[in-house]
């Protein structure tokens, strides 16, 4: 300790020190009883001597105060106080002399020449009048020395020598640091500062790089080892920085506590207290309750979960178990009759700012608890703490549950979404409402970063809220001009996942550069995909970048039917023949166009539905299938085949811009009335058939009859007919909806998922 204080001490500098080693444990028990004399306290401080050389004057000194403490306490004349206060006198001592031997100019303070308590104020515990008196005279005394002050002891008000409980020496570093307006305050402890657990029970819990002060306090109530309930006191009216750091590893950076209340909504670390013992006091009233409190307050002993039963008349709290015997005697002393009800529980709180407001939190907090026996979950007074009572039998198994779900869910790989029409905006609200579900299943969380639509974008490198991007895009920034891609050239070489669901060219044309970037794909629009040589391209520069592009909803929106051909390729299986209706869009038309509608209504209604592409001369030009069957040839191997395509509609109802092809409503609807009649001659239905053999990639207005395995179709319906070796004689069929929003967005979803998990 004297190295750390010697290399960042400065002179002026306040140092506060508790007892060394187990002295005051020692001075107790030579109190009372436990031990005989104190020699256990010689052999401890000559040995001290021996390792850390201070003078010997000042061991001979120890030597003679033993000596009086013993007399003192045969003669059964002394104050606990005063015999507790010779364990930071000697610590205070020993160190003021090291430093001066090693050229640290130190001067040892007796607490009580600056410390004494106020009468009864909770929030300004000390008398700053009396401190600035006393330290304004040794600051002019002894300009050039670092103070080595003794902690846990004070004056009280009649200016008696008082101890100030557990952790008492925190407590004065902390007073006295708000006392000077410290400009900083370090609390120097065995650990490297607080953790997201206890690090004896979760093996590789996390470093809390820095608290807040809510949090720092409702930390404290729960009982934290490292923070005390007290030592947070002094620091709600303190304006400087609070550190924790490990005298094993100075120059670590520990866990800060800062006066910024910044609401991240998150829990940052997992209190655990065991052993408790549950207090009952039947009978009383609510005041009668509270003086109760006070009164095991005033003994500094801790209670947890405290509450009053307004109806039963009951006050129940936690202690621990070493307190049972004096706060039963004092409630008796009070004429209650207490009754301990439970023994061996452990309390396991979450602390974060604010988590009590976010109902996630509380959910999946609810929601890992059902799988223990718990026996209460309290909701304390503030809003950043959350805990539940357990057995200490199953405590630990809870606590690593909660850890692992709130801590060790991987980090997120952020996620860019292009396009926010149909599909978009439903795998954004699916998102929204299932990322925490995911984000369990996963183990990683999901985080959307940017969102786009051909004129605008939004971002927020922490995670977009995704409850309003329809709003947060009408202020967004302009994207005209692609400009989010200039944003995001900062995400160049890190692990990114593009969402595509937009049906742009000019975004395809982008899929290299993605690569590239080292970026994961995940696209729905197909334009890259359809295209062999490019996407080949795109598809060997991310095997080298390690990066993924899943592509499902490219063909038959959610059906699973790119996984299966993949799997029965995998799997040794021999495709001979691929055939069905892959349009959900025209499969609705022809299903739903018995003439009773003009076909230019219905094509509006399937637009609505976000059957159809967004400019729905795609779907009848035979475009859009055009692209599955391309798709799905080039996972079968058939790629080279060669193509013979019919539109499903004349050429020339396609000429010209949208506006016009919708002017043509009238001859678009004769044209379909023909084709209807027809079929009604033939006593057959008109079906838009694609068909893939390694000979022939085919895609044709069909007549065909009622009876055909492709006639009997829910409306939007697709089929896919697979022909393989071990699918010869009964072919495999994937047959269900091949277009809306819901399936493919679920279908975008069910790619994140495989894409998370590596597959
Ligand atoms: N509908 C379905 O059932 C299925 C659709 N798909 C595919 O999903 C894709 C989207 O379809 P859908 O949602 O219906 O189409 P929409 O027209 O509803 O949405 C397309 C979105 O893309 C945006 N966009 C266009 N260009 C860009 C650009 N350069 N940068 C960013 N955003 C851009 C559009 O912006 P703006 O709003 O400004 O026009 C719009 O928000 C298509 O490729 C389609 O083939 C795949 C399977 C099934
Ligand atoms: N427009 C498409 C939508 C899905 O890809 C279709 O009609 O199938």
Not at 472 to 491: M, V
Not at 577 to 592: R, Y
Request: some cysteine; glycine content about 6%; hydrophobic content about 40%.
């Amino acid at each position: 300790m004297s190295e750390i204080v010697k290399s960042q001490a400065s002179p002026g500098d306040v140092v506060v020190v508790s007892a060394n080693g187990n002295v005051t444990n020692w001075l107790l028990a030579l109190i009372e009883g436990g031990i005989p004399s104190g020699s256990i306290l010689l052999e401890y401080f000559t040995g001290l001597q021996a390792s850390v050389g201070f003078s010997q004057e000042i061991l001979k000194q120890i030597q003679l105060d033993v000596k009086a403490i013993e007399t003192l306490i045969e003669q059964s004349h002394y104050s606990q106080s005063d015999v507790l206060a010779y364990g930071e006198a000697w610590s205070s001592l020993i160190l003021s002399n090291v430093l001066s031997l090693k050229g640290c100019k130190a001067q040892a303070i007796d607490s009580c020449r600056c410390l004494k308590l106020n009468t009864d104020t909770y929030q300004y515990p000390f008398d700053q009048s009396f401190a600035d008196k006393a330290l304004g005279q040794l600051y002019s005394s002894e300009p050039d020395s670092v103070f080595v002050v003794t902690g846990y002891i004070a004056l009280d008000q009649e200016l008696n020598k008082t101890t100030l409980g557990r952790n008492g020496s925190d407590f004065s570093a902390t007073a006295l640091g708000n006392l000077i307006n410290a400009p900083s305050i370090t609390i120097w402890t065995d650990v490297s500062g607080i953790y997201t657990a206890d690090p004896k029970i979760i093996s590789k819990p996390l470093l809390v790089e820095s608290l807040t002060l809510c949090e720092a306090q409702a930390l404290s109530e729960l009982g934290a080892n490292v923070l005390h309930e007290k030592t947070v006191l002094p620091l709600l009216s303190y304006k400087g920085s609070v550190h924790i750091k490990s005298f094993d590893k100075p120059n670590e950076p520990g866990t800060v506590v800062s006066q910024e209340i910044t609401p991240t909504n998150r829990v940052k670390t997992i209190t655990f207290k065991s052993k408790l013992n549950k207090v009952c006091v039947h009978s009383i009233d609510e005041l009668q309750a509270r003086r109760i409190q006070k009164k095991i307050a005033e003994k500094s002993i801790a209670s947890y979960v405290n509450g009053y039963d307004i109806t039963q008349h009951k006050l129940t709290f936690y202690i621990e178990k070493s307190d049972v015997f004096s706060v039963t005697s004092t409630i008796k002393a009070m004429q209650h009759y207490p009754s301990v009800l439970l023994s061996n529980m452990t309390l396991i709180s979450l602390v974060g700012q604010n988590i009590r407001q976010d109902k996630r939190i509380i959910e999946r907090f609810i929601r890992r608890l059902s799988s223990f026996d718990t026996q209460e979950i309290h909701y304390p007074n503030n809003s950043h703490s959350l805990s539940v009572v357990i057995d200490d039998e199953h405590a630990e198994g809870l606590l690593r549950d909660l850890h692992t779900s709130f801590f060790y869910q991987e980090p997120t790989v952020p996620i860019v979404v292009l396009g926010y029409g149909n599909i978009g905006k439903k795998v954004i609200e699916l998102v929204d409402k299932g990322a925490e579900r995911l984000g369990q299943s996963l183990n990683r969380s999901i985080q959307i970063l940017a969102v786009a639509n051909s004129k605008r974008f939004v971002c927020e490198s922490n995670g977009l809220a995704l409850d309003n991007i329809d709003g947060l895009l009408s202020n967004g920034n302009d994207n005209t001009d692609d400009q989010i891609f200039s944003w995001l050239e900062r995400y160049a070489g890190r692990e990114l996942i593009i969402v595509d669901v937009t049906a742009s060219k000019s975004i395809s044309d982008r899929y290299k550069g993605f690569a590239e970037n080292k970026w994961h794909i995940i696209s729905a629009n197909k334009i890259a995909a359809s295209d062999k040589d490019y996407a080949r391209q795109v598809e060997s520069v991310l095997e080298d970048n390690r990066r993924i592009w899943k592509k499902n909803t490219t063909a038959g929106a959610g059906l699973p039917i790119q996984a299966s051909i993949k799997n029965l390729h995998e799997a040794g299986d021999q495709i001979e023949e691929v055939s069905g209706i892959f349009s959900g869009s025209l499969s609705w038309l022809f299903s739903e166009f018995d003439g009773t509608k003009s076909f230019t209504n219905l094509l509006e209604v399937a637009q609505d539905n976000a059957y159809t592409e967004p400019d729905p001369r795609e779907d009848l030009s035979g475009n859009d299938v055009i692209r599955k069957i391309r798709i799905l040839a080039q996972q079968l191997g058939f790629e080279d085949a060669p193509e013979d395509f019919e539109a499903a509609i004349s050429d020339e109802l396609l000429e010209g811009e949208l506006v016009e092809f919708w002017q043509k409503s009238e001859a678009i609807n004769t044209y379909y009335q023909g084709l209807l009649d027809q079929a009604k001659a033939k006593d057959g239905l008109l079906r838009y058939i694609a068909t893939l053999t390694p000979q022939k990639l085919s895609l044709k207005l069909e007549f065909i009859d009622k009876s055909h395995p492709f006639a009997s179709l829910n409306p939007c319906d697709n089929v896919f007919q697979v022909i393989s070796a071990w699918y010869k004689d009964n072919p495999l069929i994937i047959q269900g909806p091949g277009a809306g929003r819901e399936v493919t967005a679920g279908g975008v979803l069910n790619d994140l998922c495989d894409l998370l998990r590596g597959h």
